[in-house]
């Protein structure tokens, strides 16, 4: 944990629990998607009220009702399709309005009445402050949670309904957004006096336009609210050009300067960067998934078979096993564990796996034959064995933990060396296109004046 | 093309397998020169040569030699410098004769990391348990 940057962790699937609680000691806060909320209530309880004691927010996800309703639907074996029986019980929850529209219909801006407008609101924070309150807590620590007098059952903020805005709908959602959150605060006063944070949920080529940016900032600015919580769709830190990040920054700039904090929902290094001090403060967290989790698109996109990746310290980046061992190999870092460790990573993970004998990195990339029909062909890819994705997600966390830790500790011109190092050294390797997300870092840093 | 450059390499007596998996990729086609017990890996692709030097790049951790095979088209836009310079193979097969054309010869890889090549000849085993390839035609 650090002062300076509060590090979220999101909870993905079930089985994920068990590292949350593991890592306990590395992240401040968790995060919940409310469709997994409503989907496992009794299991996020357990979870919150164990040893950890966590401080957790839900996401009320109600951006997941505009859009087309195909993409909160199941096709069933038969051919029908089905509400998802998670968003199904979102729907009761969130009130008629979407009680009537999921599945059926998306809810566009017109639907957005005074009326509405305030059960919506209403809807959604009360799933948020009693959906876990309504639950058993983890036994073993009842006592423990009464004598201390602790309510691990209530959220650390509340999260105001929030649609998706693009450059062209933003003009429509804007006010609506507004309208949500003023009737969201309202709801929090009488039911229970918490922190309202507002979710900006926007699209990447909104940060191109700085117009629009200003505007909504602007706009955003000016609500009663305790922070903004910022997911933009398919962000990925490593991919996006320079001018993608500069938008980010602009944004940012404009909340800083109206002293409203900022939590990126997905964000990865340049993000804890973006939190340092020597870079202006300008995100007060960033919040992460179990390995995968550093960037999100808006309406999922399919799942595909899982790759077993390698979180490549140094270069901030997961990449496939294969690219991975052949450019620790091609440097001779595969030669033993003393050079594996000094010149790739050191962290527990790596140490508990290796065990001194740099061979056993393979056990990162072991998998299974999996076959599989792709565009009218067979396709057989080896399949990551369950040890082999809970090595890389471990690994994965220990390196979270320390870059939370050593950016804030580090000076702004070390942090950049250390990229613009990083940068030249891998060149050779992987190829200017393989580091330039790392220059484009610098780049964009360099832009930022932590006085202003 | 994957299947006739196949049955073309059985014809000149390698035993030949085909989607072989390694790591996190799977190899069109692996030849085992019986004789020398080399082992060479091969992509082959229609038209994106780049994407298949990409793709064998990996493959060096396991094999003795890798190689990109192509349609014969125009071998004037083959990628022969980039093959030399790389140390790939470049492949030509003609579809009309039939007929497999080595017009760059990889070089010998000296060095493997072992538990690649152990991968790599456990998944050989296993695709000769599941006749996924050998010598026969």
Redo the contacts between chains.
Sequence with gaps: MTDSCTHLARFGMPTESRFLTEFRDSYDWLVFNANSLAHMPGAIARLVSDRSVKPYIVDPQTHAFQHDPIHVMNHNDDGTWSLKRSIARLADAYGPLIQSKAGKHAVVPSDLSPDVIENLARGVVEFQLHTVRNQEVCEENRDYLEWMKLDVTKPRAVIAPYFYMDARTYGLWLDPNMRLAAAARAAVRELEGTDLYLELVIDRDILLDEGVLREIASVYSEADCDGILLWVDALSEQKAPGGVLTGLLTLLREFRSNDLPVMNLYGGYFSILLSCASFGSLLSGVCHGMEYGEDRSVVPVGGGIP???FYLPSLHQRL????V??LL?NRGW?RDGETFHREVCSCQACRDTLRGDA?R??LF?E?K?V?FMRGGS?????YPLTETKERCLRHYLWRKEDEYQSAASKSRDDLLDELETTATEFESDLGVEGVSHLRTWVRVLREVDPAR | MAAKVRDALLRDGYSVYS????????IDIVAVDENSDRVLAIECKLRDWRRALTQV??H??ACDEVAICLPLVDKRSAPLDQCQQSGVGLLLYDDEADSLTVVVEPTLIDQQ????RS?LLA?IA?CQHKGRGGSEI
């Design positions: 790759m077993a990746k496939r096993f294969g690219d061992a052949r190999f595969l061979s990195f393979s990339g998998g034959p076959t067979t396709v057989t890819l080896n | 989607e072989v998996p390694l790591m996190s990729q799977c790049t990996s060096r951790l990391w072992q538990p690649a991968w998944a296993a």
